[in-house]
C-alpha cells in the first residue's frame, strides 16, 4: 500500500449495541481499518512455505484444507469463518459498550498461498503479492497476520519488512515455538513486538494453543489504525534496498531473541545425514514406501474380505427381500440396486480399510517432516529431465491424487518448468488406482500383493523419469536445470489429532467420489447392460454380452488382445476407468454380478477375473495380469485430471498428453505381456 493511499473506515458487525458517537471512546469491538466488505472483517493469513498456514486456518475455522509438512502445499486461496469470542472481564476498553455477558466477532479468514516475499517467482507467489498489496486499498484484507517459523525467524522476516514498508496492519503468529526452544533459542514476544512494530503472538497450531491468544491480539488489532509505513531508503537500488531489510531484520533478531552462539548439531541434522545421502537417501525411501505397501495389504485384507462377504451375502440378500415385500422383487429396480449399486458401489467400498490405514501412514510421514526429504532425494533425477528437485513435490501430490497434484505446479517459477511437470502428473499412481492393484495383486500374487504394488510404484517414478527425458530433449532441448532451494522442516512427532484430521480429509474425499461420481457411473454402466443391442430382447432381461454396453466392449476388444486382456468384460472396464479408476472395480462387479448367477457370492468377483485373464491370454493370467496394471497406471487418469490439466495448460497441451498417455500405455502393456509370457 503506498503511504498515500488511506482506508476507508468501516465498522464490524459485532452481536453488540451500535457504535457509540464520537464523544465517546470506542470499543475495542470497533475497527477502523474497513476495506474487506460489508459482511466480516477479512483477515489474510499468510508467510513463508511449510510455516504452519493450512493447519493455523483449519484450527481456527474448522475447514479441512489440504495440509501437508512441505512447501506448496497451498497453491490456492481459502476461505474460511473464524468465529472469535471473548469475555467481558478481559476487555481493554475504558467504556466498554458490549453485551456483559460475551462479546462475539466473526472474521473471514483467508488462507493464501505460501510466499518468501513480495517479489513473486511463481503462479502463487504472484496471486498472494496480488491480494496483499496488488489491489485496491479497500478490497485489500483489513489485517494480515504473518505465521513466522521460529526457530529460522530471520527467514521469515523479509515478507514481514516488505508488508511494514507498504504500511499494512499487520500480527506476527510465531510457530515451531517448541523446535526453537530444542535449539536453545529464547524469544522474547515483547521485545519482538517493539522491534518489528506490530503484534507478536506465539501459537502451536498442531496443538491448538495459544489460538485464543491470537484472537484476542487480532481483535485488538482491527481497532487499531492503519500503522505508519517503515521507513527506507530513498533509492530505486535493488540491493541496496535489500542491504536495508536485512539490517533490519538483524536488529529485530537480535533485540527479540536470545540464542547459542554457536547453532547446536540437532536431531534433525543427524537423521538427514542419512536420509538425504546420495545413494543411501534413494534406498532408504524405496524401503518406507514398501514397508507402507506391505503393511496396508497386509493388516486391511482381513477387514476387506469381511466387508466383501457383508456386502455380498447380507447387504444383497436384505435388499432383494426387502424389494420383494413391497413388490419390486425381479423387476428392473432389483436388478438396479442389487446388480448395480450394491455389486458396483459396495465392492469399491471394501477398500476402505486399505485406503484409511495407507492414509494414516502417508499422513504419519508427512507430520512427521519425512516426505519432504523426498525433493532432495530426488534431486538429481529431476535435473536430470531438466526439471528442479520442487518438481518432485508436486509429483509426490500425484501419488494421492493427480487432481491437486496438477494445481501445485504453479509452485514452480518456469512456463516450460509447469507444463512439463503437468504432463508427467499423470503417470503418478494416484489412490484410485491404488484399489485396482490392490484387487489385482491379491487375486493374482497372493501373499506378494503388496510388492506388486509396490513394483507398480516402482514403475511409475521410472515413467515419470523416462517420459520427463523423452519429451525435454524432443520439445524442450534448451531448458536449463535449476539448484534445489528448499526450506526443510524439521523432524517432529506426528501429532493424533494432525494425523486423524489429514486421513479424515482424504478419506472423504474418496467416500464423496464413490457417492458422485462412481453412483453415477455405477448406473450408467447398468443401464447400458439392460438396453439391448438387437430388437426382439426386453429391458433388464437381454445378457450383458448382447447389450448396448457388452456389444461395444466387444467391438474394442480386438485393440488389447496383444496385450493379453482381449475379453470384453476388461476392454470395457477401461473405457468406464476414464471417468474415474475407482469405476474399474465397479464395473467388474456390475458385469459378473449380473452374467453369473453366483456372481454376487463372495470371492466370485476374484474367480470371474482370473479365468477372464486366463482365458483372453491362452493360459497366461499373470503377465496379462501386469500388463492390464501397466495399461491403468500409464493410460489418462480420469476427467477430474483431464479438466485440471486444461485449466492449467491449455487444450493443446492436454489434448496432447492423453494422446501420449494412451499410446504409452498401449505399447507398455503388450511389451509386458509379450515377454512375460515367455517365463509364466
Avoid at 503 to 508: D, F, G, P, Q
Amino acid at each position: 500500500m503506498s503511504t498515500t493511499e488511506q482506508r476507508q473506515p468501516r465498522s464490524l458487525n459485532l452481536i453488540v449495541p451500535s457504535v457509540p458517537p464520537p464523544s465517546v471512546k470506542a470499543c475495542c469491538h470497533t475497527t477502523t481499518n474497513g476495506g474487506a466488505g460489508p459482511e466480516a472483517p477479512a483477515v489474510a493469513l499468510v508467510g513463508a512455505p511449510n510455516t504452519g498456514k493450512s493447519t493455523l486456518f483449519n484450527a481456527l475455522t474448522g475447514a479441512r484444507v489440504t495440509m501437508g509438512n512441505w512447501p506448496g502445499t497451498t497453491v490456492e486461496v481459502s476461505r474460511g469463518v473464524w468465529k472469535t469470542t471473548q469475555s467481558a472481564a478481559s476487555c481493554t476498553c475504558e467504556e466498554c459498550t458490549c453485551d456483559p455477558d460475551e462479546k462475539r466477532l466473526e472474521l473471514t479468514l483467508i488462507d493464501l498461498p505460501g510466499a518468501y516475499s513480495l517479489d513473486p517467482h511463481s503462479p502463487d507467489e504472484d496471486l498472494t503479492r496480488e491480494l496483499l498489496v496488488g489491489v485496491p486499498a479497500a478490497e485489500r484484507p483489513d489485517l494480515c497476520v504473518v505465521a513466522c517459523d521460529a526457530s529460522r525467524l530471520a527467514n521469515s522476516l523479509y515478507l514481514v519488512a516488505q508488508l511494514r514498508e507498504q504500511g499494512v496492519a499487520m500480527l506476527v503468529a510465531l510457530t515451531m515455538l517448541d523446535v526453537a526452544a530444542k535449539r536453545g533459542t529464547e524469544i522474547d514476544t515483547a521485545a519482538l513486538s517493539v522491534a518489528l512494530g506490530c503484534p507478536v503472538v506465539g501459537i502451536d497450531p498442531r496443538r491448538r494453543a495459544g489460538l485464543e491468544a491470537l484472537a484476542g491480539a487480532v481483535r485488538e488489532a482491527l481497532i487499531e489504525p492503519a500503522p505508519v509505513p517503515r521507513p527506507v531508503p530513498e533509492t530505486t537500488d535493488a540491493l541496496e534496498l535489500d542491504d536495508d531489510r536485512f539490517g533490519w531484520i538483524a536488529a529485530a533478531v537480535e533485540a527479540g531473541t536470545r540464542a547459542p552462539d554457536v547453532e547446536p548439531h540437532t536431531w534433525s541434522d543427524r537423521v538427514d545425514r542419512w536420509v538425504t545421502a546420495p545413494v543411501l537417501g534413494p534406498l532408504i525411501f524405496l524401503g518406507v514406501m514398501w514397508a507402507v505397501f506391505q503393511i496396508t495389504t497386509v493388516v486391511a485384507a482381513p477387514l476387506q474380505y469381511a466387508l466383501d462377504g457383508l456386502f455380498a451375502g447380507p447387504v444383497s440378500a436384505g435388499a432383494t427381500w426387502l424389494l420383494g415385500t413391497v413388490g419390486l422383487g425381479g423387476t428392473w429396480v432389483e436388478g438396479l440396486v442389487v446388480d448395480g449399486l450394491i455389486a458396483g458401489v459396495g465392492m469399491l467400498l471394501t477398500f476402505v480399510p486399505l485406503m484409511t490405514l495407507m492414509f494414516v501412514l502417508l499422513a504419519l510421514l508427512e507430520d512427521s517432516g519425512y516426505l519432504a526429504r523426498a525433493a532432495v532425494v530426488t534431486d538429481r533425477l529431476m535435473r536430470s529431465i531438466g526439471l528442479p528437485g520442487r518438481a518432485f513435490l508436486p509429483l509426490i501430490v500425484g501419488f494421492g491424487c493427480n487432481v491437486p497434484a496438477i494445481s501445485a505446479t504453479r509452485i514452480l517459477p518456469g512456463a516450460r518448468q509447469r507444463v512439463l511437470t503437468a504432463l508427467l502428473v499423470p503417470f503418478t499412481s494416484c489412490t484410485a488406482r491404488l484399489t485396482v492393484f490392490v484387487m489385482l495383486g491379491s487375486i493374482f500374487f497372493g501373499e506378494y500383493a503388496g510388492t506388486a504394488v509396490f513394483v507398480m510404484y516402482l514403475i511409475s517414478i521410472h515413467l515419470v523419469v523416462l517420459a520427463g527425458l523423452v519429451l525435454r530433449r524432443t520439445l524442450w532441448r534448451t531448458m536449463g536445470t535449476e539448484p534445489l532451494i528448499i526450506d526443510l522442516p524439521a523432524y517432529q512427532v506426528p501429532t493424533l489429532r494432525l494425523t486423524a484430521s489429514v486421513t479424515w480429509l482424504r478419506l472423504k474425499g474418496f467416500l464423496q467420489t464413490a457417492s458422485g461420481i462412481i453412483v453415477a457411473a455405477v448406473a450408467a454402466v447398468w443401464l447400458l447392460q439392460s438396453i439391448p443391442a438387437q430388437p426382439g430382447e426386453s429391458f433388464g432381461t437381454v445378457p450383458v454380452q448382447d447389450s448396448v454396453y457388452g456389444v461395444a466392449a466387444q467391438a474394442i476388444a480386438p485393440v488389447f488382445a496383444p496385450a493379453g486382456f482381449g475379453s470384453w468384460e476388461t476392454a470395457s472396464t477401461l473405457a468406464v476407468g476414464f471417468v474415474a479408476k475407482e469405476a474399474v472395480i465397479s464395473s467388474w462387479a456390475q458385469t459378473y454380478a449380473v452374467a453369473a448367477p453366483d456372481g454376487g457370492a463372495p470371492g466370485a468377483l476374484g474367480d470371474a477375473v482370473m479365468n477372464s485373464f486366463t482365458e483372453s491370454s491362452g493360459g497366461h493370467p499373470i503377465p496379462a495380469a501386469l500388463a492390464f496394471m501397466v495399461f491403468l497406471l500409464a493410460y489418462t487418469p480420469c476427467v477430474a485430471t483431464v479438466a485440471a490439466q486444461w485449466r492449467e495448460i491449455g487444450p493443446k497441451w492436454t489434448l496432447f498428453g492423453i494422446g501420449m498417455q494412451l499410446v504409452t500405455a498401449w505399447v507398455l502393456a503388450v511389451a509386458v505381456f509379450q515377454v512375460g509370457r515367455l517365463f509364466w
